[in-house]
C-alpha cells in the first residue's frame, strides 16, 4: 500500500490547486465580458441606418449574419475542443474578433465617401465581418463552457452558470462603457472608435486567454493524468464522473458504489448518423429552434423596433418621435437584456443543481442521480417556452410605447440564458461519450435554422409596411403580426419539450 503524503504536502497541493483555479475564473471572465459584441447590435443599427441609408431588410440582414454565424461551426469548434483543448477555441475566438470588428470598423468610416455604389459594397462587407465576429463569439462561448465545466466537476450547473454568466454580462458591460466613453451628450454613439475598441479588447482577452489556458489546460493530460492517479490511489475519493464532459480519459474515481438494479445503464458512445437518427434528438432541436430562433430574432430588431414606438404611453403612437440617431431607447432594452439573462445564468445553474442534479458515471457501467430530484432538467426548457409565449402575446397585443417591451426584453434574456445553462448538461446526459462538445455543437445548428426564419419573417412583414420616401418602417404594424406568429410557434415548442419530458425523464 502507497504511503500517504505528508499533510503539508497535502495542504500545499490544494493552495496550488485553488490558485490555480481562481485565476482560470478570472482570464475566462475577462475574456467573457468582451464577447458580447455582436448583441450590441441595436446600438449600432440607428447610425447604420442614419449614415448608409440601409432598409430594415438590410440593417436585419446584418444583424442575422452576426448572430445565424454562430451555428454553422458550432461542430466544428466542439471537435476542435475535445481533441485539442478550450486553448485553441480561446485563440480562434481572438482572432476572428481583432479582424471582424476591425474591419467592420473600418468599412464603416468609409460609409458615403464615394457614392451609393461604395455604400452598397460597404454593406456587403458589413455582411461578411460580422458574420466572422459571430463566429468568434462561438469559439468564445465554447472555451467558456467547457473550461468552467473541466476546472469544477463537481458542480455542472453552477459553474457553466457563473461562467456563462460573464458572457451574458457582456452586452450590459459594453453598452455603459459605450454610453459613458464612446457617445456625446445628446446620446449619439461614436459607432466607429466604439467598435475599433472593442476589436482590440476582445482580442488581446482571448488570445490571453489562449496563452493561459495552453499553460494550465483545464483537461489533464493522460500521461501525467494516470501518474496522479497512481499516487492518490490510497486515498478515499467520494465523488463519482459528472456526465457533462467525460472522455476516454476521464478517470473512474474510486469510492463510489458499485451499480445497482435502480441505476440507468450507460449508452455506447454514437457516432453522427446515429445522433441524428434519434428520436430524441429531434425533439430537442425543434423545441431550440423555436425557442431560441425567435429569441434571437427580438435580440437582433429590437434596436430599430423601439423606434417605431414612443418612450412612453403618454404619447401617441404615429411615429412622429422617430430618430435615427439616437441609441437612447436601443441601450436601455439591451442593458435590461444582458442583465436578465446573466442573473438567469446564475440562478438556474444552481437552481437546476439543487432541484435536478445531473446524473453522475458508475466505473462499473450505469448512471446514477447523487441525491434527491423534484424535477427534470427538461422542465426548465418548458418554463422558458411558457415564458416566451406570455411575453410574445404582450409584444402583438399590449405593447404600444418603449417601456412596454421592458418586460419583453427581461423576459427574452431570462429564456435565452436559462435555456443555454441547462442545455449542455441535458446534451450530455441524453448522450453519454467522449463527444459532449461535438454533440452540442451540432444540437445548437437548430437556432442556426430558427434565427434566420424568424429574422426573415420579421424584416418581410416589415418592409411590407415600408414607408413611402423608402426609410426603415415604424410603429407597431410593423411587427405585430411576427409576434403572433411566434406566440404560436412558442406553444409548438412548449408541446414538443413536453413530450421530451415525458419520454427521457427517468435519464435527466
Known sequence: MASRPPINGNKAVASKKIARSVATGLVLAAAALTAGGIFCFPLYAPVLVERLSLTQAEVSTIALAGMSAQYPL??????LLDTYGTWLTAALAGLFFASGFGGFAYQISR???????????????????????????????FTV????????????????????AFFGLSPLFLSVMASKFFSSEDGRLDVTRFILVLSVTAGIAHLLAATFLRIFPTKPDPSTQQADEEEEEDQEIDNPVPV??????????????????????????????????????????????????????????????????PASRNEATTGAGFSAGGTGGGAAQVRLLSFSNTCARLFVGPLADYLAPAP?????????????????????LSAACVLMIAAFFWMAAGVISQTDIYFVSIATGVAYGASFTVTPSIVAA?????????????????????TPLFSILYATISSSHQQEDGSVCTGTRCWRTT??????????????????LRRRRDRI
Open 74 to 79: 458550432a461542430a466544428v469548434v466542439g471537435t
Open 111 to 141: 460609409a458615403g465617401k464615394f457614392g451609393p455604389t461604395s455604400n452598397e459594397a460597404v454593406f456587403r462587407n458589413l455582411v461578411s465581418l460580422f458574420f466572422l465576429c459571430g463566429v468568434g463569439t462561438a469559439s468564445s462561448l
Open 483 to 500: 409576434f403572433w406568429i411566434t406566440t404560436v410557434t412558442s406553444g409548438l415548442g412548449l408541446i414538443l419539450s413536453l413530450i421530451l
Open 145 to 164: 463552457m467547457f473550461s468552467a465545466s473541466q476546472a469544477f466537476p463537481g458542480h455542472t450547473g453552477l459553474s457553466i452558470g457563473a461562467s456563462t
Open 244 to 309: 457533462i464532459h467525460p472522455t476516454e480519459h476521464t478517470p473512474l474515481l474510486e469510492g463510489t458504489p458499485k451499480p445497482t438494479d435502480g441505476d440507468l445503464p450507460v449508452e455506447s458512445h454514437q457516432t453522427v448518423g446515429q445522433l441524428l437518427s434519434d428520436v430524441d434528438f429531434w425533439l430537442l432541436a425543434l423545441t431550440m429552434l423555436l425557442l431560441l430562433g425567435s429569441c434571437e430574432m427580438f435580440m437582433a430588431n429590437v434596436g430599430t423596433m423601439v423606434l417605431g414606438v
Open 360 to 380: 453522475l458515471v458508475h466505473p462499473h457501467g450505469g448512471i446514477h442521480f447523487p441525491r434527491k430530484r423534484y424535477i427534470s432538467r427538461l422542465a426548465f
Open 430 to 450: 441524453l448522450w453519454l461519450g467522449p463527444s459532449a462538445g461535438r454533440n452540442f455543437g451540432i444540437v445548437t445548428y437548430a437556432p442556426f435554422v430558427g
